[in-house]
């Protein structure tokens, strides 16, 4: 009798195993549209990737060109030969390793003051209680809709008065208020509990030590994502250096690569071998960080 409900029992479970590996079962309709929905995705992406790659290739492909055969009609992706001229006329006309050396100085300190400001501002906004904090902080908000074309007379003027023209500082510090690190930053803040404030308060922490010790290590990816954004807009920054550096020493990379290129005239190999020594830095931080990078912009907080 035992051995009769064992088999009953065990039976359907049986019956359901033996349908579920059946490769004749139809599958649900819901799979079939998951399954077309990945196809799509991965469609969309190889598209996007091309999009972003051609350029880049075409870029490579005329700086390895001699100069006679990048006008030619019809175009041609490989030339008759490579040769590496156009990087050598880039590096003979400049003095690109100080070019280096300025744009990677002042990207680096403006990264690094706009993180520490944002993040500061950000601290007040998030946890001090003080009247206007509303008002004072849509305020911060509006600087992003303020185009930087109409600050350069403005930003000039005050630099000559300080006697910061043809210095460092004069390219850092019109750089460092960023009110898109300040959001970025206080997003993330709203989001961690004030549990641990208030126990670290208890413990006798001031405020800045909270901030130090705790909000900022809790805060790794949202450091991450405005670091990303500051490093890459500061190095790929030309107008303002333009502006205020006139000693060629002092240039960075865009600018000094852009007198290069006046000097010469028109030249597409040489214009597309700036190109890409300028842009081989970033990609090299990419390549090195892309884990980091991918990380910061998913966890900034701002879907909160």
């Known amino acids: 009798m035992a051995s009769q409900v064992n088999q009953q029992v065990a039976a359907p479970g049986a019956g359901l195993n033996a349908r579920t590996a059946d490769p004749d079962v139809p599958k649900s309709p819901k799979q079939g549209q998951g399954r077309i929905g990945n196809w799509i995705a991965t469609g969309l992406l190889i598209l996007f990737a091309a999009l972003w790659f051609l350029p880049l290739a075409w870029a490579v492909a005329t700086a390895l060109k001699p100069e006679a055969e990048t006008t030619d009609i019809p175009v041609k992706w490989i030339a008759s030969k490579v040769t590496l001229e156009a990087f050598q006329s880039v590096l003979n006309a400049g003095n690109l390793p100080r070019w280096y050396f300025n744009s990677a100085l002042t990207s680096l300190a403006i990264t690094v003051i706009t993180v520490l400001l944002g993040s500061l ?3 007040g906004f998030s946890r001090a209680r003080f009247r206007g904090r509303n008002v004072l902080f849509w305020f911060v908000l509006a600087g992003i809709m303020v185009p930087g074309q109409i600050l350069i007379v403005p930003l000039f003027t005050q630099m000559q008065a300080f006697r910061m023209v043809d210095t460092y500082w004069g390219i850092i510090l019109p750089q460092v208020a960023s009110p898109i690190a300040v959001f970025i930053f206080k997003q993330f803040f709203d989001g961690i509990p004030r549990d641990l404030e208030e126990a670290a308060t208890l413990d006798g922490a001031s405020r800045l030590r909270v901030y130090w010790q705790i909000w900022m290590p809790l805060s790794r990816s949202a450091i991450a994502a405005v670091s990303i954004f500051t490093f890459v807009a500061a190095w790929n920054n030309f107008l ?55 990380q910061g912009i998913a966890g900034t907080g701002i879907k909160g």
């Open 121 to 123: 501002a950000a601290f």
């Open 240 to 294: 303002w250096p333009f502006i205020v550096i006139t000693n060629p020493d002092m240039m960075t990379l865009p600018v000094g690569l852009s007198q290069v290129q006046t000097a010469y005239g028109i030249r597409y190999a040489q214009i597309m071998a700036s190109a890409v020594l300028g842009g081989l830095p970033l990609l090299v931080v990419f390549l090195f960080f892309q884990r980091q990078i991918v």
